[in-house]
């Protein structure tokens, strides 16, 4: 298995600019996580997906932020326009039961 | 809403010495327990895990876990520190069957001095 998978890994982009950050999660888990790790506020949870569906995006923190899952294999988190105080490293992470496996993350900056 | 607090932030420790990083959760009438480990530009890797069962969880890599529920407690230990166990290490806790949300503590980071 090849685990959560993340792309891009890196992205530096301009303020004002739109940024879109992908996630595959492991073949047969039925939830998926987006996380921000910053060193000011740790780990936080953006968004929950259970069967494809959003249940608790709680933790998104402006409409600048968006998050979709069209199919079981794919989701993507989108913010549209981005600014400095985005930069983070967005943890996209995947369950079938209690133990949630990470990706390798996104490291975000925006300039 | 859980929270757990891991009172050090960093920890250095001298390499092959023993090392406790330690975890503290606020009460719940049941809790799943969880320790992952962060390496350098690295995602989160889970360590090892407690769900239920025996209050003593070993984990990959030697570490091992006590849940204690009267102290309310899940300290990460390990006997004998390598340089390859550098790294920051994560607590987090899920209330109990049926819940999603892991809260994770803010993370210590452990450094093994060679």
């Known amino acids: 298995d090849a685990g959560v998978i993340q792309s891009p890994r890196h992205e530096v982009t301009e303020m004002g600019q739109e940024v879109t950050l992908r996630c595959k999660p492991i073949s047969g888990h039925n939830s998926l996580f987006w996380y921000r790790q910053t060193m000011m506020r740790g780990l936080e949870l953006l968004i929950y997906?259970?069967?494809?569906?959003?249940?608790?995006d709680s933790g998104m923190p402006e409409d600048r932020f968006s998050a979709k899952m069209p199919n079981a294999s794919f989701s993507t988190l989108k913010i549209q326009p981005s600014e400095p105080r985005d930069s983070a490293v967005y943890f996209c992470?995947?369950?079938?039961?209690?133990?949630?496996?990470f990706g390798p993350g996104t490291r975000l900056t925006v300039l | 809403a859980q929270s757990v607090t891991q009172l050090d932030s960093q920890v250095p420790v001298f390499e092959e010495a023993p090392v406790e990083l330690r975890c503290n959760y606020s009460s719940s009438v049941s809790v799943y327990l969880f320790w992952y480990v962060q390496y350098p530009n690295q995602g989160l890797q889970l360590l090892l895990k407690y769900l239920s069962g025996s209050t003593l969880v070993k984990g990959i890599n030697g570490f091992e876990a006590e849940f204690n529920k009267s102290q309310t407690s899940f300290h990460l230990r390990k006997p004998s520190v390598h340089i390859s166990d550098t790294a920051e290490y994560f607590c987090?806790?899920?209330?109990?069957?049926?819940?999603?949300?892991?809260?994770f503590g803010k993370g210590t980071k452990l450094s093994v001095i060679p």
């Open positions: 987090a806790v899920i209330p109990g069957a049926g819940s999603y949300q892991l809260t």
């Open positions: 992470a995947s369950s079938f039961v209690n133990e949630q496996f």
């Open positions: 997906f259970n069967n494809n569906v959003p249940i608790d």
